[in-house]
């Protein structure tokens, strides 16, 4: 706990010493701590960004940009967490301030498209994106692109903006479940399957792939359990989404075996499958 102290008073020596060294003078032994106060408030600034509680950096960044608020690099942070923190009408006001800043990117106007999106703004979202130059080409540009496509059902152009999203990105699990489950969506449900399999592929834990990929096998009939990686309790859920699945398509009885599953595989009490079973079967007996 003493590091954080100890280290800025060596410097602080040093710096003393070199000023009386070689006679410079007070201003510049000033200059010379004010950069190091820039370092290590730069290193603070993206800690905050990365780690901890979304609320404490609201907190921090309110009150530096109090202090300092012309500094755009202040207002992105504050605005980033947030969005971090779920506090999605207050972030978009933060990043609309972002944007009209006068050193502002288009990558902060991608930001604004973001938010709006979260805040359920789609037509301002992608009026906010239709004046960003197609020169500025970044994963996050993209996805949101094929998201505004998708809601506008222009299938071809989602498709477009889905595959472009994939292309820029080494970590393509997530945009790759979206993009499936617009297939799903469509009624393209072997292609929906292939996507989702894609994303399993390239994230192994995310659950909403495994969950959609059970929906769009269930679509098409096939009601065996894909083999890819699952916990005992994933085993369960996606058994009980199958069976849903089954009753939702007709097949009643290979429905009810499939929650029977899902309640015995589980290694606790599974009471949604129990209650949709019990649902089930009086339903029938009514």
Not at 26 to 47: G, M, P
Not at 173 to 178: E, F, R
Not at 196 to 216: E, G, H, S, W, Y
Request: charge should be negative; glycine fraction near 6%.
């Amino acid at each position: 706990m003493r590091h954080p102290i100890v280290v800025p008073l060596c410097v602080a020596v040093a710096v003393t010493l070199s000023a009386c060294e070689k006679g410079i003078n007070k201003a510049e032994v000033d200059r010379k701590f004010q950069d190091v106060n820039v370092i290590d408030e730069t290193n603070l600034n993206e800690v905050m960004l990365t780690v901890g509680d979304p609320n404490e950096a609201v907190s921090y960044f309110r009150r530096a940009t109090a202090q300092d608020p012309d500094r755009i690099d202040l207002m992105r942070g504050l605005a980033q967490s947030l969005v971090r923190a779920k506090r999605i009408p207050e972030g978009k006001v933060a990043w609309a301030e972002v944007v009209a800043h006068a050193e502002s990117t288009d990558a902060d106007r991608v930001q604004l498209a973001d938010v709006l999106i979260r805040a359920n703004e789609w037509d301002a979202a992608e009026k906010v994106l239709d004046a960003i130059p197609p020169t500025h080409e970044t994963y996050k540009r993209y996805r949101l692109e094929a998201m505004i496509a998708d809601g506008n059902e222009e299938w071809d152009k989602a498709d477009s903006f889905y595959e472009i999203a994939v292309g820029l990105t080494t970590q393509p699990a997530s945009v790759l479940n979206n993009w499936g489950y617009s297939k799903l969506s469509r009624g393209d449900h072997a292609a929906a399957e292939r996507l989702f399999t894609d994303a399993i592929r390239q994230d192994r834990d995310l659950f909403t792939a495994k969950n959609n990929l059970v929906l769009a096998r269930g679509a098409q009939g096939k009601y065996s359990l894909p083999v890819i990686p699952m916990t005992q309790i994933e085993r369960a859920e996606l058994l009980h989404t199958l069976g849903l699945a089954a009753v939702k398509r007709g097949d009643v009885e290979i429905g009810k075996g499939l929650l029977r599953e899902a309640i015995e595989t589980h290694p606790q009490h599974f009471e949604a499958a129990a209650r949709s079973l019990e649902a089930l079967e009086a339903n029938i007996a009514g």
